[in-house]
């Protein structure tokens, strides 16, 4: 059985920083991307980060030169650390990853990230 499974949410006051990170067991083959998406209450689940298996990243504007998305090689780890952290960025956080594709795709559950003062 696959599972992605995140950690690293919580809760952290405006300008903060938290590092998420998220690991794939049970799957044989390295994932072509991973990511990382998020969803805020009455709001449409939005990709914040993503990086390919070779190394390429892609953020929207709203996050750009605040988040980092990083992976560990060939291996199903991914990491996204946030810095400058605001309000308008809490919600809960997925992790995401797809072969080739998107013939196959996971989910994790999701960690919440909490930014408020």
């Known amino acids: 059985q696959v599972r992605l499974v995140e950690s690293g949410g919580g809760l952290v006051q405006p300008g903060g920083s938290l590092r998420l990170s998220c690991a794939a067991s049970g799957i044989s083959f390295s994932f072509t991307v991973m990511g990382w998406y998020r969803q805020a209450p009455g709001k449409a689940r939005e990709l914040v980060a993503s990086?390919?298996?070779?190394?390429?990243?892609d953020y929207p504007d709203s996050v750009k030169g605040r988040f980092t998305i990083s992976r560990d090689g060939a291996k199903n780890t991914v990491y996204l650390q946030m810095t400058s952290l605001n309000p308008e960025d809490t919600a809960v956080y997925y992790c995401n990853g797809y072969s080739r594709l998107r013939t196959y795709e996971y989910w994790g559950q999701g960690t919440q990230v909490t930014v408020s003062s």
């Open positions: 990086i390919t298996l070779g190394g390429i990243t």
